[in-house]
């Protein structure tokens, strides 16, 4: 049991291993938050709250007496708050926005029951974290009949607490949310710093740290899509927080479309955090009986810096987010023909690349986009999911029987979302592609964007998709989605409903990934957008992996990926060695240091094969062999970011075996210099006391004496080269 409830304080207790989450229903019926944090008592905890409030505080109706009564307060914009509403005195962010036909907006939502589910249902059409007890908190304003539902989960290992709002319209007239945020969460102070991973095409999710201030502190994305500028994240972390000390909270969002995170300081210092989908340009009609359901916000504490949360994250992703389905085996190793080929490619080309990797250990060979319709340069085709028989003259038969009689899988590209002009499927049915009868459409990479709010276009893409992965022995499926929605507007649908556009765009979305990742139980998928545009955990539900970003160059992998891990473990990070000099970048950089960088994730190679020499081939082989030996580590271990490239000439991140008896130290020294500084890179998350012994040293060491001392690393002369080191434990 992790969720308890205190009758007489009517207090609630979401309890995981290490953490608390405290809340009480208080004297006017509010719900407010008491305290998340390291475990601690089921003590009383009423005590802490704030006293009085100030000049022009507004009172809660019938509770002046109350307020004047030394030690009690009694306005909403003083608790601590797990729902903000907008109205009755509280001027801090609401998390719901409400309008009925009146015109009021005013709610008050307050204690209305409660009950304990034995298993969390995922939100209605979205993706969500998968089992665990529920507490359903119903709040209720007696006056419209408006409700909301509150969802918690907690998980016992890591104590992340999953939280999400269903808004209801139990009244017997139609309202509309103009906003409908999943959460609110409240801290006591405002000492922290707020840490975000905003980015851009080639440079996804670099980290950003900003102290915490008065006012509002937002990250969102207006663009339909979770975004490359910005991800559905943000964290709090003390001033003093490291990477392994200090208090850190993140807010992780399940949800693929337009969203805000916001944290606001207010009252001279507490710092409220909400968020969900985006309000700006949103509004949604809710009918008689009605729920609205939001996105699943994920909450994790850690009072070990920015890895313990790290870590809370990607274990509680891999236990409870991305299907089981995959997520506990080995990721195929693949060949990929994009920066190898682009569109410039037949049916030899692409046998004589897989033919080339033959005995390597690389297991799938991915035909990426070019292969369908009029599809000979990004102009055309997109829609038509048929194969292009003058590229391919034998179809897909012959290149998937050739890959097959090679021992590998076959994989392929599709974007199920977009439609080019030139294509047969517009010509048919221009209207499916999203835009406005009067207004000239936005063209990027000169596709459009269906409009998957509709029932019947999100039919004809499955039933084409379906078609192919059905007719052919397909088993990997690269999903891809390189632009953003301009024009949002969907024919047919009611002028009134039109700002519904980017949610009902995400339900659309998950409604397709359902129908073809269920349809299609052997292939393993794989998501993109522009490279990482869309790497975000509703992805990860469908998708156990996500290509990280088009920039291959091993220099700035290492910081697209450490920015990436802040959040989302190094299995869903599908990372590739690329030719040199590298197509993003114009740098070059060595084979170990590619294979070194891109083994820190889901792996793979992206490059015309048929120019390797037979050293090449052969290291390749050693490399994918080296890979196999370490996968469970990279797959399923702990990761400690030893060294960040954000700060410093080094990246370092070391990945340790749950049972501590094997570990990995990937180093990368970024410049070289000449008699150069005396650093020593110490290793993490080892048992002090046991002996490691290192290979690469012939040495054995104490624990406590590689995470303390250090090892000198030994970097090859030449700037951008890496060093690894593996551990492991003797006798243990
Ligand atoms: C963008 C992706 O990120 C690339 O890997 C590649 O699949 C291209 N699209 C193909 O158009």
Redesign the pocket.
């Known amino acids: 049991m992790a969720i308890f409830f205190q009758e007489e304080q009517k207090t609630f207790y979401l309890e995981g291993k290490d953490v608390t989450y405290a809340f009480f229903i208080n004297e006017v019926g509010y719900a407010e938050h008491l305290y998340y944090g390291k475990k601690i008592g089921r003590d009383d905890l009423t005590c802490i709250r704030k006293s009085g409030g100030g000049s022009g505080t507004s009172i809660i109706p019938g509770r002046m007496e109350m307020w004047l009564q030394p030690g009690f307060y009694a306005s909403y914009h003083d608790f601590p708050s797990e729902l903000s509403f907008f109205g009755t005195g509280d001027y801090r962010e609401p998390a719901v926005g409400y309008q009925d036909k009146t015109g009021s907006r005013v709610v008050e939502l307050l204690y209305d029951g409660h009950e304990i589910l034995a298993e969390k249902p995922l939100p209605a059409g979205m993706p969500g974290m998968r089992g665990g007890e529920t507490l359903v908190l119903h709040l209720k304003d007696s006056i419209t009949a408006f409700a909301c539902d509150l969802y918690y989960t907690i998980y016992e290992e890591t104590g992340v607490v999953v939280r999400r709002a269903v808004y209801r319209n139990l009244s017997t007239d139609a309202v509309r949310l103009n906003r409908a945020y999943s959460f609110t969460f409240t801290l006591p102070d405002m000492d922290y710093d707020v840490l975000s991973l905003p980015g851009a095409w080639a440079r996804e999710r670099a980290i950003e740290r900003i102290p915490m201030h008065h006012g509002v502190v937002s990250v969102d994305s207006k663009r339909t899509s979770s975004s490359a500028t910005m991800n559905p994240f943000l964290a709090l972390a003390r001033k003093n927080a490291g990477e392994e000390t200090g208090d850190v909270y993140g807010f992780s969002l399940i949800y693929s479309s337009s969203y805000v995170l916001k944290a606001e300081g207010v009252n001279g210092g507490t710092t409220l955090v909400t968020g969900g989908i985006q309000d700006f340009d949103f509004s949604w009609t809710l009918e008689p009986g009605e729920g609205f359901d939001t996105p699943e916000v994920v909450l994790a504490y850690s009072d070990r810096g920015l890895g313990g949360m790290s870590r809370s994250f990607h274990d509680a992703y891999r236990d409870h987010l991305i299907n089981p389905r995959y997520v506990k085996k080995p990721r195929p190793v693949v060949i990929?023909n994009?920066e190898g080929t682009y569109f410039n490619f037949d049916a030899e080309k692409l046998m004589s690349i897989a033919k080339a990797v033959e005995g390597t250990g690389i297991d799938t060979f991915v035909l990426?986009?070019g292969w369908f319709g009029k599809r000979d340069d990004?102009t055309s085709g997109l829609g038509d999911w048929v194969v292009n028989t003058k590229k391919l003259k034998g179809g897909l038969t012959d290149v998937i029987a050739c890959v097959n009689s090679l021992g590998m899988k076959f994989g392929l590209?599709f974007?199920p979302e977009m439609v080019n002009e030139d294509s047969d499927l517009f010509r048919a049915h221009p209207d499916y592609a999203i835009g406005l009868p009067n207004r000239a459409r936005c063209r990027s990479r000169y596709q459009y964007m269906l409009d998957l709010t509709r029932k019947e276009v999100r039919d004809t893409i499955v039933d084409s998709v379906n078609r192919v992965l059905h007719e052919n022995n397909i088993e990997y499926v690269?999903w891809?989605y390189?632009r953003n929605v301009t024009e949002s507007f969907s024919f047919g649908r009611d002028p009134q409903r039109q700002a519904e556009f980017a949610h009902r765009y995400a339900l659309g979305l998950y409604d397709l990934c359902e129908r073809i990742v269920n349809a299609n139980p052997n292939v393993f998928f794989e998501g993109?957008?522009?490279?990482g545009a869309r790497f975000d955990p509703a992805m990860l539900y469908y998708f156990p992996q996500i290509?990280t970003s088009?920039n291959t160059d091993a220099e700035a992998r290492t910081l697209i990926q450490y920015g990436t891990s802040m959040v989302y473990p190094l299995s869903t990070m599908s990372c590739h060695v690329s030719a040199v000099p590298n197509h993003q970048t114009g740098r070059t950089t060595s084979m170990e240091t590619r294979a070194d960088i891109a083994h820190l994730g889901a792996t793979g190679y992206e490059l015309d094969t048929t120019k390797f020499t037979t050293e090449e081939k052969v290291k390749i082989r050693e490399q994918v062999a080296q890979y196999h030996q370490m996968e469970d580590l990279v797959l399923y271990g702990d990761l400690y970011r030893t060294e960040n490239p954000f700060e410093s000439n080094y990246f370092g991140f070391m990945l340790v075996a749950k049972d501590q008896k094997k570990a990995m130290l990937t180093l990368y020294q970024r410049v070289t210099k000449c008699n150069g500084d005396l650093k020593l890179f110490k290793a993490a998350g080892l048992l002090p006391d046991t002996d490691y012994f290192v290979p690469e040293l012939n040495r054995t060491f104490k624990g406590s004496t590689l995470m303390n001392v250090g090892l000198r690393a030994a970097f090859a002369r030449g700037d951008f080269a890496t060093v690894t080191y593996h551990f492991v434990a003797q006798n243990a």
């Open positions: 990929n994009w990426d986009d990004d590209w974007e690269k891809d390189n993109c957008s522009s490279g290509w088009d």
